[in-house]
């Protein structure tokens, strides 16, 4: 009976998260829209393209690998994962045993490198430029996604998210300046990895310009869809994992009612929705970067992230 | 005398105008010519053809001279200009792929607007049929490390096609080269035996965005081959429109770098400026671009009252929302990190290809056809040309910001002028060949036509100011990485249909 509860609530989670993704990304993009005083399409049409390009025959090109075939499954598949273990709106998830920071970047680290290799598979310009851009932003990214976990770890003394997010709800927790340096370095580090303005551009037409859309370029059809809703997952992940190490109010505790459950449904769409307004409007107010001042962008949010772990050991006294 | 003068008097006058006729420069005449261009005492304007025969306009930058100069070439082949300037190398190619002219000497002999896809070779000239296709090789950029990045023709975006080819050293360009010739329409070709209203026409269709500037370059070719004068009315109503299409290309442009910048937002609110326009000028002219208002002879069109105070309404809510923008732009620090120091072009390069409008007078160039060629009606109407020495994407935005501002007073003044009467004289029917030069918003466009008898065109060439941006294209993107390309491009925002003809 137990089990069937902790999978019906695990299954519950995954299922939210991917169908809630291509939401997320049209909310985005309505509130971009309307802040630049435009229309802008529905919210759901993001869910109209992932059937229309489902519909689509795949377009692959003659010296296509079967990496670049395999890829956007891999891609999914690892991205998913990682967005089944944040808790979204209830702690205590059957995954919640290996629901680690490290694991979520781990997973996310090898996604990527499938998507770079995808994008040099073919062998035109453009996807080896993003795949090279992807890996300059990825080598700089990771380090800082591993300084937050040490902080946040040493705080919470675990590097499982249920017990950070329990621990962070928890008086203990207190007013520290480790955490605000973390929070800064997440949001940072999250811009960068989703592919958001200033780092990346996603709605740009300028081939030359691109990170992300450079290296899925070549995509087309099923592809392409599954390609396009694992980064609409990405998103949804980065904006759970804030919402649930920063704002972990309302998360449902195991064995809850299923009054509990409905507030922590409630309370994540509101962090989301949260989340997405502030998103439009940094992406609206700010102009992208130039390619090489990114380094610069991911230094700050890595000593950051340095500063905050060092500041922790220095108050306790190691 | 000046040397321009010298010139033009060493030269035989082809029968026709006394004054401002073309002259039949002889071989080193023509050499001595070169050797000018080279050194910078005279520029180019212009090089085009005709079968036998090679024309070329030059302009004396300080007396703001204009002067046709041509050279026989009864063996098929003439003293290449590019051997001594640089600014000479794709206009002696198109016309070796449209006349069959041999340019000798050239250091460049590769095709420009033949790209081996048409039916024919040398069109304009012997028309052979049947086209070999011969490969095209891209200068070479060699070094450790050099990779090569094809873009286009076909783009991401909506834009018209022209291919980049790019040598990066990882991200930085070591060299650009371009290749253009994709929208090549035979805009030459279709101008002969065109009658004169149909010829205006097509002038007005070369390049979409700049069909006033264009028609308006026509037209007083055609009236200065025949001697025509314009009522007054139609010279302000001409300028009138001219300005608005600088206004409404301005606006736009301003609102593109910004969001190739990723910046969306001062696009946004550019477009709705521009939009304004456009509407406005539906309503008042017909047409939102303006299309075939000017005409030979004057304009076809005229304005009510009620036009006039929809155009003041117009400047007026411009020049009220307009700041905002400007100091938008201004102050947001990502968009001038991006824009400042982007893509720099040296006043030298600058004067050597006597590169017109805004790229010119970013890099110190301080030359604008409607002050320094004056005509009317801006010889009574005040005005300032904006002129910047930084050379980069942040000046060409600020040159395009100065020029909103120069032509809403321009505009303003123009619906002051209480001028009455015709809008349009009779063309007559006669022969003759003339020529003008006329401030379109990317720069100076030049016209040069021949009538012949009945009043058909028997020879046309409009010279987008483009042939002399787009080779400083080049030279601004090196050194700038390959991801600031997109952004230094709008900032030049070169015509591909004008210049591809």
Aim: contains cysteine; charged residues 20%; hydrophobic residues 50%.
């Amino acid at each position: 009976m137990e089990l069937i509860r902790e999978l019906a609530v695990q299954g519950g989670e995954m299922l939210l998260v991917v169908l809630l993704a291509p939401l997320v990304t049209g909310v985005v993009r309505k509130l971009k829209a309307r802040l630049l005083r435009r229309e802008g399409p529905s919210v759901v049409q993001p869910y109209r393209d992932l059937l229309r390009l489902m519909r689509k025959d795949v377009v692959l090109a003659d010296n296509a690998s079967w990496l670049f075939r395999t890829a956007p499954y891999l891609i999914f598949a690892t991205t998913w994962v990682a967005a089944a273990l944040v808790p979204t709106f209830a702690t205590g998830l059957m995954f919640s045993w290996s629901a680690d920071l490290i694991a979520i970047v781990a997973l996310l680290g090898s996604a990527r490198f499938f998507l770079a290799l995808a994008g040099m598979d073919v062998g035109t310009s453009f996807g080896g430029i993003g795949s090279s851009r992807e890996m300059m932003i990825a080598a700089l990214a990771e380090p800082v996604m591993i300084m937050i976990v040490f902080a946040l770890a040493l705080l919470a003394g675990s590097t499982q998210l249920s017990t950070i997010a329990a621990y962070m709800v928890s008086p203990a927790v207190g007013l520290r300046v480790t955490l605000g340096m973390a929070f800064v370095s997440l949001l940072m580090v999250g811009i960068a990895e989703t592919a958001r303005i200033p780092v990346d551009n996603p709605a740009t037409h300028l081939e030359l310009t691109m990170v992300h859309e450079a290296m899925v370029l070549e995509y087309s059809g099923r592809h392409l869809a599954v390609l396009e809703l694992a980064s609409s997952l990405k998103l949804l992940l980065y904006l759970s994992l804030i919402a649930c190490l920063f704002l972990p109010w309302g998360l449902a505790p195991p064995d809850a009612s299923a009054l509990f459950y409905a507030i922590g449904v409630a309370a994540y769409v509101a962090k989301i929705l949260v989340g997405c307004t502030a998103l439009s409007v940094f992406e609206t107010v700010v102009a992208k970067m130039r390619v090489f001042r990114v380094p610069t962008f991911l230094g700050a949010a890595l000593m950051l992230g340095f500063l905050g772990t060092l500041l922790l050991f220095v108050s306790r006294g190691f | 005398m000046s040397a321009l003068e010298d010139l033009i008097a060493s030269g035989k006058p082809v029968a026709g105008k006394a004054d401002g006729a073309r002259v039949v420069l002889d071989q080193s005449r023509w050499r001595i010519m070169a050797e000018h261009l080279a050194g910078g005492i005279y520029v180019l304007s212009g090089l085009w053809a005709e079968p036998g025969m090679v024309h070329a306009a030059l302009l004396d930058g300080t007396s703001g001279k204009l002067a046709i100069v041509s050279l026989e070439c009864p063996g098929g082949s003439f003293p290449a200009l590019s051997a001594l300037h640089a600014p000479a190398i794709r206009l002696e190619r198109m016309i070796f792929d449209l006349f069959g002219l041999v340019p000798e000497g050239a250091p460049d002999t590769r095709p420009w607007l033949d790209h081996g896809r048409w039916s024919v070779q040398h069109p304009l000239g012997a028309a052979t049929v049947g086209a070999p296709r011969r490969q095209y090789d891209f200068l070479a950029a060699e070094g450790e490390g050099i990779h090569q990045i094809a873009v286009g023709p076909v783009h991401a975006g909506i834009i018209e096609p022209g291919h980049f080819r790019f040598s990066a050293n990882g991200e930085t360009v070591v060299r650009l080269e371009q290749r253009l010739g994709y929208t090549h329409k035979g805009i030459e070709a279709l101008f002969r035996g065109a009658e004169l209203a149909q010829a205006a026409k097509l002038s007005g269709r070369v390049s979409g965005d700049s069909t006033v500037a264009y028609s308006l370059a026509f037209a007083r070719a055609v009236e200065d081959a025949l001697g025509v004068a314009v009522p007054q009315r139609a010279h302000v109503l001409r300028a009138l429109v001219a300005e608005l299409e600088r206004l409404a290309n301005h606006l736009g442009d301003i609102g593109a770098i910004c969001n190739d910048a990723g910046f969306a937002l001062l696009q946004a609110h550019c477009a709705i400026l521009r939009e304004l326009v456009l509407r406005t000028a539906q309503r008042c002219f017909g047409h939102r671009l303006m299309r075939d208002v000017v005409v030979p002879g004057g304009v076809a069109a005229d304005l009510n009252a009620l036009a006039y105070r929809e155009l003041a309404t117009l400047v007026k809510e411009i020049r009220q929302r307009f700041p905002d923008l400007v100091e938008l732009y201004d102050g947001t620090a990502s968009l001038q990190d991006r824009t400042v120091g982007a893509g720099i072009v040296s006043p030298a390069l600058v004067r050597q290809f006597a590169a017109g409008g805004y790229v010119g007078r970013a890099s110190g160039r301080a030359f604008d056809v409607r002050r320094h060629v004056c005509y009317p009606p801006y010889d009574q109407l005040e005005f300032e040309v904006p002129v910047l020495e930084a050379g980069d994407v942040n000046a060409r935005v600020w040159i395009r910001i100065h020029e909103v501002e120069q032509s809403l007073r321009l505009i303003e003044q123009i619906l002051g002028l209480k001028v009455e009467g015709a809008t349009h004289t009779r063309v007559p029917s006669g022969s003759g060949e003339g020529f003008a030069l006329v401030e379109g918003f990317r720069g100076d466009i030049l016209a040069w036509v021949r009538l012949e008898a009945g009043g058909r065109v028997a020879r046309c060439h409009l010279r987008d100011p483009s042939w002399f941006q787009w080779p400083l294209l080049e030279a601004a993107v090196e050194g700038n990485i390959v991801a600031d390309f997109p952004l230094c491009n709008k900032s030049f925002n070169c015509s591909y249909s004008g210049h591809d003809l």
